[in-house]
T-cell receptor, first 110, second 115 residues
Framework: DAKTTQPPSMDCAEGRAANLPCNHSTISGNEYVYWYRQIHSQGPQYIIHGLKNNETNEMASLIITEDRKSSTLILPHATLRDTAVYYCIVRVAWDDKIIFGKGTRLHILP | KAGVTQTPRYLIKTRGQQVTLSCSPISGHRSVSWYQQTPGQGLQFLFEYFSETQRNKGNFPGRFSGRQFSNSRSEMNVSTLELGDSALYLC??????????????FGEGSRLTVL
């Protein structure tokens, strides 16, 4: 079973920040949080990952709570091209089989 | 740097046949994992190979098998195809311990239709 819980769908207005939540209450100390997205009929694309600290790259920011039981992926200025299914995964970086949950289907509204 | 390449992209088979799918990872990557994606079950982990050894395996019947070659290229095979095997099969590569942080790079997939 997936170790994460995400809302099945979310809407966000174009140009606004999209905040996608993820619960991982059973995360262990050596497990990272990874985010991927899948645009229709394409292979999933890596977005960002983190262990304890907040992370930012050119695509998104990742905010991890202090107790590490939840995180939020932030797309700062959502565009129509960000319409996709977003997956939050926890795993030990080099071990563990990778279990995808159902993800969150993000709709960007024009 | 070339991405992950999967072949063939599309194929149609009939029940009872077998199929072999190929995956070429990103140059320098030694880990390859395979996933099955269907509308009903989502993305499901099949197996992972590292340096020609299967490291992890998902909950699929023995009809699903794989292997990895010394150049890190991988193949998966499905024997005695069933209608329910119709799916998008995705391959992902990642580096080695100490190389990156385990992020996966996916190919575009092989879409299998079983008639």
């Amino acid at each position: 079973d997936a170790k994460t819980t995400q809302p099945p769908s979310m809407d966000c207005a174009e140009g606004r920040a999209a905040n996608l939540p993820c619960n991982h209450s059973t995360i262990s100390g050596n497990e990272y949080v990874y985010w991927y997205r899948q645009i229709h009929s394409q292979g999933p694309q890596y977005i960002i990952h983190g262990l304890k600290n907040n992370e930012t790259n050119e695509m998104a920011s990742l905010i991890i709570t202090e107790d590490r039981k939840s995180s939020t992926l932030i797309l700062p200025h959502a565009t129509l091209r960000d319409t996709a299914v977003y997956y939050c995964i926890v795993r030990v970086a080099w071990d563990d089989k990778i279990i995808f949950g159902k993800g969150t289907r993000l709709h960007i509204l024009p | 740097k070339a991405g992950v390449t999967q072949t063939p992209r599309y194929l149609i088979k009939t029940r009872g046949q077998q199929v072999t799918l190929s995956c070429s990872p990103i140059s320098g990557h030694r880990s390859v994992s395979w996933y099955q994606q269907t509308p009903g079950q989502g993305l499901q982990f099949l197996f992972e190979y590292f340096s020609e050894t299967q490291r992890n395996k998902g909950n699929f019947p023995g009809r699903f098998s794989g292997r990895q070659f010394s150049n890190s290229r991988s193949e998966m095979n499905v024997s005695t195809l069933e209608l329910g095997d119709s799916a998008l099969y995705l391959c992902a590569s990642s580096g080695s311990p100490g190389q990156g942080s385990g992020e996966l790079f996916f190919g575009e997939g092989s879409r299998l239709t079983v008639l």
